[in-house]
């Protein structure tokens, strides 16, 4: 079956950072696109990054210089490097799986990052 594992949230000050993860099993890797999603509560779900399955990366505004978002086809493995942490960062933050066309989305179980003084 098809799980996407994240890892890496936690409770951050403003101005830090933290690694994301997302490891996968169960899809054809190399032919997926890839990316991280964010709820805030009372918020709708909105796109943060996403990578395709060239590697070809695309940023939502919020986010552009200061999160990155990569993939290791070895380690099948996709990950959000997030630099600069704002409050309003704060989210819940969800790993994304689908072909092109967003045709079949998996979702990972989502992990909290908190960004706090």
């Known amino acids: 079956q098809v799980q996407l594992v994240e890892s890496g949230g936690g409770l951050v000050q403003p101005g830090g950072s933290l690694r994301l993860s997302c490891a996968a099993s169960?899809?054809?890797?190399?032919?997926?696109?890839m990316g991280w999603y964010r709820q805030a509560p009372g918020k709708q779900r909105e796109l943060v990054a996403g990578i395709t399955s060239g590697g070809r990366t695309n940023y939502a505004d919020f986010v552009k210089g200061r999160f990155t978002i990569s993939r290791d086809y070895a380690k099948i493995t996709v990950y959000l490097q997030m630099n600069s942490l704002k409050p309003e960062d704060t989210a819940v933050y969800y790993c994304n799986a689908d072909l092109p066309g967003r045709v079949v989305p998996y979702w990972g179980q989502g992990t909290q990052v908190t960004v706090s003084s």
């Open positions: 169960g899809i054809i890797f190399s032919i997926y696109d």
